[in-house]
Protein backbone atom coordinates (compact mmCIF):
# COMPACT_ATOMS: atom_id res chain seq x y z
CA UNK A 1 0.00 0.00 0.00
CA UNK A 2 1.58 3.48 -0.84
CA UNK A 3 1.39 6.05 1.32
CA UNK A 4 -0.59 8.96 1.10
CA UNK A 5 -0.54 12.79 1.78
CA UNK A 6 -4.04 14.18 1.92
CA UNK A 7 -3.79 18.06 2.49
CA UNK A 8 -6.42 20.28 1.86
CA UNK A 9 -4.10 21.43 -1.20
CA UNK A 10 -4.23 18.09 -2.80
CA UNK A 11 -8.03 17.35 -2.66
CA UNK A 12 -8.60 20.77 -4.07
CA UNK A 13 -6.26 20.26 -7.15
CA UNK A 14 -7.69 16.96 -7.29
CA UNK A 15 -10.95 18.51 -7.59
CA UNK A 16 -10.78 21.17 -9.73
CA UNK A 17 -8.89 18.33 -12.10
CA UNK A 18 -11.94 16.26 -11.83
CA UNK A 19 -14.61 19.14 -12.01
CA UNK A 20 -12.42 20.22 -15.29
CA UNK A 21 -12.56 16.93 -17.30
CA UNK A 22 -15.56 15.64 -15.96
CA UNK A 23 -17.85 17.41 -14.55
CA UNK A 24 -17.68 20.34 -16.95
CA UNK A 25 -18.26 17.83 -20.03
CA UNK A 26 -21.95 16.69 -18.07
CA UNK A 27 -21.15 14.33 -15.56
CA UNK A 28 -22.99 13.89 -12.44
CA UNK A 29 -21.01 12.98 -9.93
CA UNK A 30 -17.62 12.13 -9.57
CA UNK A 31 -15.97 10.23 -6.22
CA UNK A 32 -12.07 9.46 -5.76
CA UNK A 33 -11.52 6.92 -3.60
CA UNK A 34 -8.50 4.80 -2.05
CA UNK A 35 -8.70 0.96 -2.00
CA UNK A 36 -10.15 0.94 1.60
CA UNK A 37 -13.39 2.99 0.71
CA UNK A 38 -12.33 5.84 2.18
CA UNK A 39 -13.55 8.97 0.19
CA UNK A 40 -11.01 12.29 -0.83
CA UNK A 41 -13.13 13.90 -3.42
CA UNK A 42 -16.20 13.93 -4.18
CA UNK A 43 -17.90 16.50 -7.31
CA UNK A 44 -20.64 16.96 -8.35
CA UNK A 45 -23.06 18.76 -10.41
CA UNK A 46 -24.97 20.95 -7.85
CA UNK A 47 -28.88 19.85 -8.98
CA UNK A 48 -27.14 16.09 -8.89
CA UNK A 49 -25.08 16.75 -5.32
CA UNK A 50 -29.13 17.36 -3.97
CA UNK A 51 -29.79 13.31 -4.69
CA UNK A 52 -29.23 11.26 -2.01
CA UNK A 53 -26.12 9.32 -2.52
CA UNK A 54 -24.18 8.06 0.10
CA UNK A 55 -21.12 8.57 -0.88
CA UNK A 56 -19.49 6.46 2.60
CA UNK A 57 -21.69 3.64 1.40
CA UNK A 58 -20.49 3.83 -1.99
CA UNK A 59 -17.18 4.36 -2.14
CA UNK A 60 -17.18 1.45 0.58
CA UNK A 61 -19.03 -1.39 -1.83
CA UNK A 62 -16.96 -0.16 -4.76
CA UNK A 63 -13.68 -0.51 -3.02
CA UNK A 64 -15.38 -4.23 -2.17
CA UNK A 65 -16.46 -4.55 -5.89
CA UNK A 66 -13.30 -4.06 -7.04
CA UNK A 67 -11.25 -6.55 -4.81
CA UNK A 68 -13.66 -8.67 -6.01
CA UNK A 69 -13.04 -8.60 -9.27
CA UNK A 70 -9.37 -8.50 -8.85
CA UNK A 71 -9.79 -11.93 -7.67
CA UNK A 72 -11.88 -13.09 -10.22
CA UNK A 73 -9.19 -11.56 -12.85
CA UNK A 74 -6.55 -13.99 -11.01
CA UNK A 75 -8.77 -16.87 -11.62
CA UNK A 76 -8.95 -16.66 -15.54
CA UNK A 77 -5.15 -15.74 -15.68
CA UNK A 78 -5.36 -11.96 -15.37
CA UNK A 79 -3.40 -9.65 -12.96
CA UNK A 80 -6.12 -7.64 -12.59
CA UNK A 81 -9.18 -5.55 -14.62
CA UNK A 82 -9.01 -1.99 -14.32
CA UNK A 83 -12.26 -0.80 -14.82
CA UNK A 84 -16.09 -1.85 -14.11
CA UNK A 85 -18.87 -0.59 -15.81
CA UNK A 86 -22.79 -1.06 -14.95
CA UNK A 87 -25.44 0.42 -17.45
CA UNK A 88 -28.67 0.98 -15.20
CA UNK A 89 -31.87 2.50 -16.87
CA UNK A 90 -31.34 6.33 -15.36
CA UNK A 91 -27.84 6.43 -14.73
CA UNK A 92 -24.52 4.25 -15.41
CA UNK A 93 -21.52 4.07 -13.32
CA UNK A 94 -18.06 3.57 -14.19
CA UNK A 95 -14.88 2.39 -11.77
CA UNK A 96 -11.80 3.04 -13.05
CA UNK A 97 -8.48 2.37 -10.86
CA UNK A 98 -5.84 5.37 -10.58
CA UNK A 99 -2.71 4.14 -9.56
CA UNK A 100 -2.07 1.10 -7.58
CA UNK A 101 -4.31 2.55 -4.45
CA UNK A 102 -7.02 4.73 -5.74
CA UNK A 103 -10.57 4.44 -7.79
CA UNK A 104 -12.20 6.98 -9.23
CA UNK A 105 -16.08 6.61 -9.18
CA UNK A 106 -18.02 8.33 -11.98
CA UNK A 107 -21.78 8.78 -12.23
CA UNK A 108 -23.39 9.91 -15.40
CA UNK A 109 -26.66 9.44 -17.83
CA UNK A 110 -27.28 8.54 -20.92
CA UNK A 111 -26.00 11.99 -22.33
CA UNK A 112 -22.39 11.44 -21.95
CA UNK A 113 -21.16 8.28 -23.59
CA UNK A 114 -18.69 5.99 -21.74
CA UNK A 115 -15.91 6.03 -24.68
CA UNK A 116 -15.70 9.90 -23.38
CA UNK A 117 -15.48 8.67 -19.85
CA UNK A 118 -12.75 6.40 -20.38
CA UNK A 119 -10.48 8.77 -22.33
CA UNK A 120 -10.95 11.28 -19.63
CA UNK A 121 -10.23 8.92 -17.62
CA UNK A 122 -7.38 7.93 -18.74
CA UNK A 123 -5.98 11.56 -18.95
CA UNK A 124 -6.87 12.02 -15.10
CA UNK A 125 -5.06 9.04 -14.42
CA UNK A 126 -1.49 9.96 -14.05
CA UNK A 127 -2.04 13.19 -12.84
CA UNK A 128 -4.18 12.00 -9.63
CA UNK A 129 -2.18 9.17 -8.92
CA UNK A 130 0.82 11.85 -8.99
CA UNK A 131 -0.81 14.21 -6.50
CA UNK A 132 -1.92 11.46 -3.61
CA UNK A 133 0.82 9.15 -4.27
CA UNK A 134 3.48 11.50 -4.74
Known sequence: MADFVITAQS????????????I?????NVLLIDSAGNVLTNCGHEEAMNIDID???LAALAAASLAATSQI?????????????????????H???????LILITIF????????????V?????????????
Open 11 to 22: QEKAGNLIVNSL
Open 24 to 28: NAGVR
Open 55 to 57: AVS
Open 73 to 93: AQLIGEDDFSLLFHKGKNGNI
Open 95 to 101: FGRIGQE
Open 109 to 120: GDDVSLGLIRCR
Open 122 to 134: AELSDSLAEIFEG
